[in-house]
């Protein structure tokens, strides 16, 4: 059974073990047995996170099951490439060759950097 964290309006927080179906439901309090509400204590380095890295791990989230594939499609549409970015400058000195099975093959560059 998982703890969860309740406050009581008197005796501050505490917490209690209590099933996942009645998780949503208030609990009393140890000491004095008032209901209390649960509460989801979050790390002070969430909150204090620069925008910047709170912004890539939601991309990184949202985007963990379905990662954005690179496509020229995609790039016409995205403001890095329109910027003038130089990974077509990259690409026509690349040494990315295919294999007959149609797979990237990378003999002279870093495989793990695939696209940005």
Known sequence: MP???????????????????????PC?????GELAARIIRLPPTITKMPSAK??????????QHEPTHSTAA???D???????CGCQKKL???????????????PSMRPWMISH
């Open 74 to 76: 995609r790039r016409q």
């Open 3 to 25: 703890v969860y964290d309740y406050k009581c309006k008197e005796h501050g927080v505490f917490n209690d073990l209590a099933t996942i179906a009645d998780s949503d439901k």
């Open 28 to 32: 009393a309090c140890p000491t004095c």
């Open 92 to 106: 026509s000195h690349s040494k990315l060759m295919y294999t007959a099975q149609g797979e990237k093959m990378f």
């Open 54 to 63: 709170k912004h890539a791990y939601e991309v990184n989230e949202r985007n």
């Open 78 to 84: 995205d403001e890095q490439h329109a910027k003038g």
